[in-house]
């Protein structure tokens, strides 16, 4: 018996997911640790989980993530566009709610380069006329 894996990456800031998923008992581990383990806050975990939510999948499949690059906030992100990804290609359907709720899309949000003769991205330094 085979068992079928899907694919898919999600990507957030500079966070990068690699989100493998097969039918199983609702484990999710990233990084070859479990998600409580990974993700101390509630909060990242409840943004990890949310496409299972959605489309009321939870304990129906086991992920394997592999996440790198970036902080916790953002691997969260980009962990949560993966499943939702995936969760797409295993089942058409799930397309239109996923996308109501703004999963689908990937936040193209990246952190502004700092300009030469200014203190930051945009923040000048002060002017003084004398």
Do not use: C
């Not at 609702?26 to 299972?52: C, H, S």
């Amino acid at each position: 018996m085979s068992t079928n894996k899907y694919y898919a990456t999600g990507k957030r800031k500079t966070a990068i997911a690699r989100v493998w998923m097969t039918p199983g008992a609702g484990q999710i581990r990233i990084n070859q640790r479990p998600i409580e383990e990974y993700f101390t806050g509630d909060t990242l975990k409840i943004v990890a989980q949310q496409p299972l939510v959605l489309t009321s999948t939870q304990g129906q499949f086991d992920f394997y993530i592999l996440a790198s690059g970036g902080g916790v906030t953002g691997q969260a992100g980009a962990v949560r566009h993966g499943i939702a990804k995936v969760l797409q290609t295993y089942e058409p359907s799930h397309r239109a709610v996923l996308k109501k709720a703004g999963l689908l899309t990937r936040d193209a949000r990246e952190k502004e380069r700092k300009k030469y003769g200014q203190k930051g991205a945009r923040a000048r330094y002060q002017y003084s006329k004398r």
